[in-house]
């Protein structure tokens, strides 16, 4: 966690990053940045992302909370190495060294 947000502050992940939205038409959900006009979906550019109230949205906390984003380094070895094999025909490029190289 940062050192300018102490773990007691009361301050949410989804507070810091912007409020729920969600597409209607492709179901992709976002958080938008607090303040600014809800855009139109950046992944099917179908419709414009309807606000979704955190409290109706069945989760009791924030999935970031839950699930955190550290992975052991074996693990995402492992991890990268199956998802790079996993392709029939993959571009020439696609390995488990340059995956890690571009996180």
């Not at 102490?6 to 507070?15: D, F, L, N, R």
């Not at 949205?57 to 992975?71: I, K």
Request: hydrophobic letters at 40%.
């Amino acid at each position: 966690m940062p050192d300018s947000i102490p773990p007691s502050s009361g301050t949410t992940i989804a507070g810091n990053l912007g409020a729920p939205a969600v597409c209607e038409h492709c179901d992709w959900g976002y958080l938008v940045p607090a303040g600014e006009a809800m855009p139109v979906c950046p992944h099917c550019r179908q419709r414009m992302l309807t606000p979704v109230d955190s409290s109706a949205a069945g989760q009791p906390v924030e999935s970031e909370l839950v699930a955190t984003f550290d992975v052991a380094d074996v693990d995402l070895g492992r991890g990268l190495q199956r998802f790079a094999s996993g392709f029939l025909f993959k571009p020439a490029d696609l390995s488990a060294g340059n995956l890690r190289s571009r996180l």
